[in-house]
């Protein structure tokens, strides 16, 4: 596996973007950042928010240098990951009474 990354910028949102970290929006006027990378020979272009990009760099430290990434399932801002009471707060789910006990 090798992972190289080819330029990192900060820029405003124009429109919506998704981050490749975590489940929510970038939304208009939100600052993000853009990351354009290779990994194993394959190209790839990524938006995180600002605070996500900044867990990725947390991760990737505890993990030794590099960090897989696993789109949209760790909780903005932390390595944490994402959880049905998570997605709940964040309106992406609806409580379902029928899984509750
Ligand atoms: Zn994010």
Known sequence: MSYTELSRSIRTAHKEHRC??????????EKYEHVVSVYDGQW???DFHPECA???GVVA????GECEI?????Q???GAE????YLESKG????NPQLTT
């Open 82 to 85: 994402v959880t049905r009471e």
């Open 92 to 95: 992406f789910l609806k409580p």
């Open 44 to 46: 790839q272009h990524h």
């Open 61 to 64: 430290r505890d993990e030794g």
């Open 20 to 29: 490749i970290w975590c489940p929510e929006k970038i939304l208009p006027g």
């Open 76 to 78: 903005r801002g932390t």
């Open 54 to 56: 900044k867990a990725v």
């Open 70 to 74: 696993h789109p949209h399932e760790c």
